[in-house]
């Protein structure tokens, strides 16, 4: 769907995938392959270094980009060879006919185009048999030389081109050389085992190629980006980025890194897991390898445009995690990157260590973040730019404001204001904010009507969005009884236009004080019904713009919780009523449930009910029996009518409300053994951090 790509099938031009165009452009040069699971791009630029230190004026095209403005992404050559890295993840490998192929190593990956690791064994047994000159492997990956037969030559450690790691300093490797190298020793500027590894692989193939080797070609290497790339170095933090995306990557990354952590420090692991098949098919490795860190902070999979795949969340790795490594701390918190990186940064300490590592986009919110921790972002400007660069993505219908206050928009009327806020008019508008503010790293909170939550004094920072506008507020007869109801609906809407329609199941929803999108992610319920008996299935917009339609059996919903809207804002839900009745038998329903609730519930402000109801019990039962109804701070009061409300006197704020939930938890714990948690949420924040 890119508009390139759109426009040129509009004109009948070929569209080709990058390996295809790859093969054709040198299909006529003396091509040297570098392919394998780990460390082509490092061991390409590496090869292209060497060659030009040498004055070997082979063509070259890097799979990415270097260091420093030393090398440039590609260049053409004179001398008819052309290094070139092949990628095998969608089968263009089977396209190469190399003159030389380099394989560093081979592992099983990209489970989405090869079924089996036999799949994967097949495409590269195929490209050393199209290799025309030599074949390269490493003497260490048993099933690269299993696959390359006899006749293909190796490097490394006890191979034809024999290197090993002799030193190691801060900046650099010095490489002892045997073998067929005309040279004993080498000097690298990189670090760590794989690098000594992938330097040995570019100076055998400079060999083969006819290049001069001296020790000092690669003591210039500029290295690449987002290969353990030092973004931040002082004030007792160092912070790392690193493309390792498998987990034998991962493994080696992170056993280099320890070496590097300062005494009382702790080696912290960001990941950002790369296409959901990959997740799926190696979670316990991903384990493991996570395993060599202190703790790790998951980020959302980054798809690279496949769809989800079972078992391939970061909530399933999360999971995998707790399972195979109890004691190793994971926090993950889907949708929310931003908020992941501000836990990250309440949690530094001296001496830490930070590795970022991902193929995906991490590191674009890693700098983000850094320009926070550096306090480049928390500015008046920014906000003002950032609004600003919202206001541009979206038609004048949509309204963005600054500093808006969030106390009239919720129930019990307390709390600050949203740095950014937005009610937008269309779901393009939407998809438009959600898409620009992943893109800066942006946290972003819906508010629905208000209901069941706590706005603390100092406000919200971040985008705050709710569907308010008319657009959101549909409600639809569907074939079979079915309706459709909108997210921006009011709950009292939906049960007084399903009783109009003689609907039958809806009567429970009277009084809740919410709509339907902010019922639907707490599974909001009452008078013993809940919202997930009445729905069939969920239309959402994840916060990186995506819409999906998920039935009500793929989603994974409990008391007050639905784990799919964490992540995603609701559209609305398609609904099937119980049964249909007259609407007077409806109404009748409806009456009893209203007058039942004005004589249990409290009729002042109030956020509804504020701790979930432990098991076997009543929260409203323990907090009356502590005698702690009329208990106040300031003007937020435990109500009279029900101990498990807070109201608001008139006028309570943030800070009232929660130093009120704080007593009120730890005299019920004192006096009943009973620790109460939260139902209502701490909007913007965690209770964790405030109890």
Not at 304 to 312: F, K, N, Q, T
Request: charged share 25%; aromatic share 6%; net charge negative.
């Amino acid at each position: 769907t890119h508009p390139a790509v759109v426009a040129a099938r509009a004109r009948n031009l070929p569209v080709v995938r990058r390996g295809e165009l790859l093969a054709e452009v040198t299909r006529d040069r003396r091509l040297v392959a570098i392919c394998g699971s780990h460390g082509k791009t490092t061991t390409t630029a590496m090869l292209v270094t060497t060659l030009r230190a040498a004055d070997f004026p082979a063509g070259y095209i890097l799979g990415g980009l270097s260091a420093d403005d030393g090398l440039a992404p590609a260049g053409s050559g004179t001398n008819g060879w052309v290094v070139a890295e092949i990628d095998e993840s969608d089968g263009t490998i089977a396209q190469f006919s190399p003159e030389i192929t380099v394989t560093v190593n081979l592992d099983w990956d990209h489970p989405d185009h090869y079924r089996s690791l036999q799949d994967l064994e097949a495409a590269f047994a195929g490209l050393f048999a199209r290799t025309c000159g030599t074949v390269l492997v490493n003497s260490e990956c048993t099933r690269s030389r299993t696959l390359a037969g006899p006749e293909a030559l190796t490097f490394g450690g006890g191979g034809d081109y024999e290197g090993s790691l002799v030193e190691e300093t801060r900046t650099t490797l010095r490489l002892g050389l045997g073998g067929r190298f005309p040279i004993s020793t080498a000097e690298v500027r990189a670090g760590g085992a794989f690098n000594a590894l992938n330097a040995t692989a570019a100076l055998a193939t400079s060999h083969l190629m006819g290049a001069k080797l001296s020790g000092g070609l690669l003591a210039a290497y500029p290295g690449v980006l987002r290969r353990q790339g030092v973004l931040h170095e002082g004030g007792g933090l160092t912070v790392i980025e690193d493309y390792a995306h498998h987990p034998a990557e991962i493994h080696a990354l992170l056993g280099s890194l320890r070496g590097r952590v300062s005494a009382g420090g702790r080696l912290l692991v960001v990941f950002q897991p790369h296409r959901f098949s990959r997740t799926a098919r190696f979670k316990s490795d991903f384990a493991g390898a996570l395993a060599l860190g202190d703790a790790v902070y998951l980020m959302d999979v980054y798809s690279a445009g496949e769809p989800p795949v079972d078992g391939g969340s970061a909530a399933d790795l999360e999971a995998e995690c707790r399972h195979l490594q109890p004691d190793l701390p994971v926090i993950c918190r889907p949708g929310d990157p931003a908020g992941l990186l501000d836990e990250l940064q309440r949690e530094l300490r001296t001496g830490d260590l930070v590795a970022l590592v991902g193929a995906g986009d991490i590191d674009q919110q890693a700098r983000r973040w850094l320009d926070v921790l550096h306090g480049k972002s928390t500015c008046e400007e920014s906000w003002d730019a950032m609004a600003e660069k919202l206001r541009a993505q979206v038609t004048a219908a949509t309204r963005i404001s600054r500093e808006e206050s969030l106390a009239t928009k919720t129930t019990l009327r307390v709390g600050g204001a949203a740095r950014i806020y937005a009610e937008p008019a269309s779901l393009d508008d939407l998809q438009a904010l959600l898409r620009m503010a992943w893109g800066l790293a942006l946290r972003v909170h819906v508010l629905g009507r208000g209901s069941n939550l706590v706005v603390p004094d100092q406000g919200v920072d971040g985008l705050v969005i709710s569907l308010r506008q008319p657009a959101w507020e549909s409600f639809e007869p569907r074939p079979g009884g079915r309706v459709w109801a909108g997210a921006g609906l009011r709950l009292k809407n939906l049960c007084g236009l399903a009783a109009r329609a003689g609907l039958v199941g809806f009567e429970f929803l009277e009084g809740i004080p919410g709509n339907v999108g902010g019922a639907l992610r707490m599974n909001a319920g009452a008078m013993g019904g809940w919202m997930f008996d009445v729905v069939e299935e969920v239309q959402l917009v994840t916060f990186d713009g995506e819409v999906r339609t998920l039935r009500k059996e793929e989603m994974h919903v409990d008391y007050r919780h639905c784990a799919e809207l964490h992540g995603a804002i609701a559209l609305g839900a398609l609904m099937r009523p119980v049964a249909q009745s007259e609407r007077e038998s409806v109404a009748r329903q409806i009456d009893v449930y209203r007058d039942k609730r004005q004589k249990t519930q409290p009729r002042e402000p109030s956020a509804g009910c504020i701790f979930k109801n432990p098991p076997g019990d009543s929260a409203g039962r323990l907090i009356d029996a502590t005698g702690l109804k009329g208990e106040r701070v300031g003007d937020a009061e435990v109500s009279t009518v029900h101990g498990n409300f807070i109201i608001n006197r008139g006028g309570a704020s943030g800070a009232d409300v929660i130093e009120l939930v704080r007593r009120v938890r730890a005299r019920v714990e004192a006096a009943q053994g009973v620790k109460l948690e939260p139902e209502v949420l701490l909007y913007g924040q965690e209770w964790r951090d405030v109890l």
